[in-house]
DNA sequence: ATGTCC
């Protein structure tokens, strides 16, 4: 303990933490990081997090680190670890309490300057259309049949429902619904507090933000994703499955722990207690976590169509749902059974994705036909203050990282630290400053999201883009930005 | 992230 980690340098964005490092590890560790990055993760124990789940039982490939790593419970966030689907592990801990947390951008037909005369007007709308805070209700009660019905159909309960468009769910990742959702593995208790919870962005990092087209990157491919245009307004949304993601979360978090001694293993951190996936106790939290994500993507689908109404409302025909097209939805915080090559063997594996987002490549069936000949969106959210990307995923993900690449700007400071470093007032009157229109509603958590409690998203992006997991697309600015 | 402590 407190030795140092060691860090081979593979190349300007990649460093190994090899496997002498630690006996206990059964596959080499890498990080994505460039010169800069890197020194403000050696200063956090995301590193050592990295190590640990190394040893976890069936890991294969690298105990991956995305830009964006910071410490989280058990496993890192801005982590990937994939498992052998037949003989590997499960750990609740290495998808994290907020399942399915996700992003989904919405292009609109405006341009700035159609939108800037009533920016004001803009954000009370969407404060006022779209729920928010700790523990506030959703825009819809459901019933416990409906909330079962949301658990396993997701998205497309939502659209039947009435909120949306059918073709929202070809550009939402998985059709907005994961099969394999099993309501009966799901607690009366975390299914009471999903029930009035659909379509509320919740609180901390989850935000809805108005934002602009200010730099392009790639022309050919921001006009295929329907954003090409320099000054476009658009849409995003971060949140996740509120209550019942926390709540399954939690509970078999305390069921594997409970059963390691049981299943034989003996963890170097008991925060990455995990379950062998063929057991009864991992299929049922594949199950519940599967519920919990559904209900995430009918959380998103729900506040989309908020936004529809709150452009309708301000800016009338020029607004119409059908003018503000879903352009993608991805989900950073899940387990996914997917196919990959180890060694030069095809093997199904479980692709733990936390605070890491999916980034397929050009090609890959599971991207909607009308992208496919460019790669999967992959929406990074920066910080409130500077920027957010879109990127489309790139070859070197499907070699180096399961699919996979970063999920945001990654948390700098903590919660507390930052807190410290800007006063609420201050922070607002810096961000009005900057032509960013801000509704929160909990004034106090304000500063614990600043703008310096974060990474440089732009080096953030740099690094998966030079990396070969992702390019970039669009640079987006942010002028609403709507908050718990 | 979270009914920020059942």
Not at 8 to 16: L, Q
Not at 29 to 44: F, Q, R
Not at 166 to 186: I, K, Q, R
Not at 370 to 379: F, S
Request: charged residues 25%; glycine residues 10%.
């Amino acid at each position: 303990m407190g030795e140092k980690i060691p860090l081979e340098r593979i190349d300007a964005n990649r460093w190994r933490i090899p496997m002498r490092y630690n006996d206990d590890m059964h596959v080499p560790g890498m990080i994505y990081a460039d010169d800069e990055l890197i020194e403000s993760i050696v200063n956090d124990n995301a590193l050592q997090q990295v190590v640990n789940v190394a040893t976890l039982p069936g890991i294969v490939g690298h105990s991956l680190g995305m830009p964006d790593i910071h410490w989280g419970y058990g496993f890192p966030v801005g982590g990937v670890a994939a498992t052998d689907a037949e003989t590997g592990v499960i750990s609740p801990g290495g998808i994290g309490f907020d399942i399915n947390c996700g992003v989904r951008l919405l292009a609109t037909d405006l341009l700035y300057d159609q939108v800037k005369g009533k920016v004001s007007e803009l954000a009370d709308q969407l404060y006022n259309t779209l729920p928010s805070g700790v523990g506030t209700d959703g825009m819809r009660i459901l019933s416990a049949d409906e909330m079962r019905d949301v658990m396993v159909h997701g998205a497309q309960w939502a659209v039947d429902a009435g909120y949306g468009l059918a073709e929202d769910l070809e550009v939402t990742e998985e059709n907005g619904c994961l099969e394999g959702a099993d309501p009966s593995t799901v607690s009366k208790h975390a299914l009471e507090r999903g029930r009035k919870q659909l379509g509320s962005l919740g609180s901390g990092n989850h935000f809805c933000e108005v934002q602009v087209v200010d730099h392009i990157y790639d022309q050919e491919v921001a006009n295929v994703l329907g954003i090409g245009r320099k000054g476009q307004v658009v849409t995003t949304l971060h949140c996740g499955s509120r209550g019942i993601g926390h709540q399954v979360a939690e509970e078999f978090i305390n069921l594997a722990e409970s059963k390691q001694k049981e299943y034989g293993f003996e963890l170097v951190d008991k925060q990455l207690a995990c379950l062998p996936i063929n057991s009864v106790d991992g299929q049922a939290y594949l199950g519940a976590m599967r519920c919990a994500a559904n209900f995430a993507w009918a959380n998103r689908q729900l506040l989309m169509h908020g936004v529809r109404q709150s452009f309708a409302n301000i800016f009338g025909r020029k607004a119409r749902p059908k003018d503000l097209p879903l352009v993608y939805d991805v989900c950073h915080n899940i387990a996914k059974m997917e196919e990959y090559e180890v060694d030069g063997q095809l093997r199904k594996l479980c692709v733990h994705r936390k605070g890491a987002t999916r980034s397929f490549p050009a090609g890959h069936p599971a991207i909607p036909e009308k992208y496919r000949a460019v790669g999967q969106p992959v929406l990074i959210p920066g910080d409130m203050g500077r920027y957010s990307f879109m990127l489309v995923g790139d070859h070197g993900s499907m070699e180096q990282t399961f699919g996979s690449c970063c999920h945001g700007a990654g948390r700098r400071l903590s919660r507390t630290a930052a807190k410290k470093a800007i006063g609420n007032k201050e922070l607002l009157e810096l961000l009005e400053k900057r032509g960013i229109t801000v509704r929160v509603h909990s004034k106090n958590l304000l500063s614990e999201e600043s703008p310096q409690a974060y990474k440089d998203a732009q080096q953030v992006v740099n690094v998966v883009h030079n990396a070969g997991l992702a390019k970039l697309v669009v640079r987006l600015k942010p002028v609403v930005v709507v908050k718990g």
